[in-house]
């Protein structure tokens, strides 16, 4: 019960690592308020996770950020911490949208909403005396996107866009810390989530994929959910502005 008293909010809790990083906390003793942008997904969480709160909302606009935040602070009083789980590939803008387009997307949900959720929940963590938040990054935002995996022409935004939230993350690390707020990311390798499920359909891919890992296969969402519970809880009161692997070994070769 590493969580237990503390207030949290998920994003893009609906699916994948927010999903299990909702089912971990509550098993932590977490109070959760699940967000996401798609309702009906929130309503199975809530069905199959009795006491979870959900609010439906889409990080990259600034008012959902704050209704969100609004909606946990008028039940719990507080906020102790923020997972910014909620992310796209260029591949979820759609195969017929602009190179333009997709980088206006990807950018504006990855990096835009992290910042707009982190933004909207400092005030109330300044209020309850302190807080942790932890993004989301990726083996992508140190490494170039694997050629063999590429997936249309056109340069990619999802690297970079990962690479700005581990900066944003080190730059709101230090600028928060003498609030006691903490703010880190973890950096996955790939993982099976609806992220990745069109592309591990394919068995030649999947064994690529499988095969960049030293550790021989891609992650569980349960395995990332694992360590964004650590970075949340007080036992990393001293991680911040960190950017933590969750590879099996990926960026290490
Ligand atoms: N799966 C991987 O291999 C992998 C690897 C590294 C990092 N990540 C990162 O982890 C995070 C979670 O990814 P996942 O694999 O669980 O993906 P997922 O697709 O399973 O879940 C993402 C969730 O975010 C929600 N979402 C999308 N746009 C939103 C918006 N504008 N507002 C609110 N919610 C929104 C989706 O509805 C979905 O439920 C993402 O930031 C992703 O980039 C994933």
Not at 2 to 24: D, E, M, P, Q
Not at 133 to 148: A, D, E, H, K, R
């Amino acid at each position: 019960m590493r969580l237990s008293g503390k207030s949290a909010i998920v994003t893009g809790a609906g699916s994948g690592i927010g999903n299990a990083t909702v089912r971990k906390f509550l098993e932590e003793g977490a109070s959760v308020f699940a967000t996401d942008i798609d309702a009906s997904a929130l309503e199975d969480l809530a069905s199959e996770c009795p006491g979870v709160e959900t609010v439906a909302g889409d990080v990259s606009r600034l008012e959902d950020g704050e209704a969100i935040v609004r909606a946990a602070t008028d039940k719990w009083g507080k906020l102790d911490i923020l997972v910014n789980s909620a992310g796209i590939t260029a591949r979820n803008v759609g195969d017929q949208a602009s190179l333009e387009e997709r980088w206006d997307k990807v950018m504006a949900v990855n990096v835009k909403g992290s910042m707009l959720m982190a933004n909207a929940a400092v005030g109330a963590m300044r209020e309850s005396g302190g807080g942790a938040i932890v993004n989301l990054s990726s083996v992508m935002g140190f490494t170039g996107y694997p050629t063999t995996l590429e997936f249309s022409d056109g340069f990619n935004p999802y690297p970079s866009s990962k690479g700005a939230v581990s900066q944003l993350t080190r730059d709101m690390g230090v600028r928060l810390a003498g609030e006691g707020i903490r703010v880190n990311a973890v950096a996955p390798g790939f993982v099976h989530t609806s992220l990745t499920a069109n592309v591990t359909q394919n068995p030649e891919i999947l064994k690529t994929l499988n095969e960049l890992h030293p550790a021989g296969r891609m992650g569980t969402a349960e395995e990332v959910a694992n360590v964004i519970a650590f970075l949340a809880s007080d036992e990393a009161s001293f991680v911040n502005g960190a950017v933590w692997m969750v590879d099996g070994g990926y960026s290490a070769q």
